[in-house]
């Protein structure tokens, strides 16, 4: 029972960076692996970063070395730090748990839009 909130996209040229931003509500959240996703419009949604309670991170090969997640369990918010950002990293972003009981629920993310 997580509330989520994406916030922090926007334009940026190629090589450029944001900051992403995923607020949350709940209980157990400090103790939720989160993941940042993404979608362009037509295809598959992809997991892009997670990131465990624990603190261990993993990434997608495609953003490895440019994007770094965290999270900061007192605010609880989780955090995606992108880097060197590339045309092809055009896509809504969105944040939710690695492991949920029961249907998964999408919030409306936030666009990110990669652009010269």
């Known amino acids: 029972q997580v509330q989520l909130v994406e916030s922090g996209g926007g334009l940026v040229q190629p090589g450029g960076s944001l900051r992403l931003s995923c607020a949350a509500s709940?209980?157990?959240?400090?103790?939720?692996?989160m993941g940042w996703y993404r979608q362009v419009p037509g295809k598959q949604r992809e997991l892009v970063a997670t990131?465990?309670?624990?603190?261990?991170?993993n990434y997608a090969d495609s953003v490895k070395g440019r994007f770094t997640i965290s999270r900061d369990n007192a605010k609880n918010t989780v955090y995606l730090q992108m880097n060197s950002l590339k045309p092809e990293d055009t896509a809504v972003y969105y944040c939710?748990?690695?492991?949920?009981?029961?249907?998964?629920?999408w919030g409306q993310g936030t666009q990110v839009t990669v652009s010269s």
């Open positions: 709940g209980s157990i959240f400090s103790l939720s692996a």
């Open positions: 939710n748990r690695l492991y949920v009981g029961g249907v998964r629920s």
């Open positions: 990131i465990t309670g624990g603190g261990d991170t």
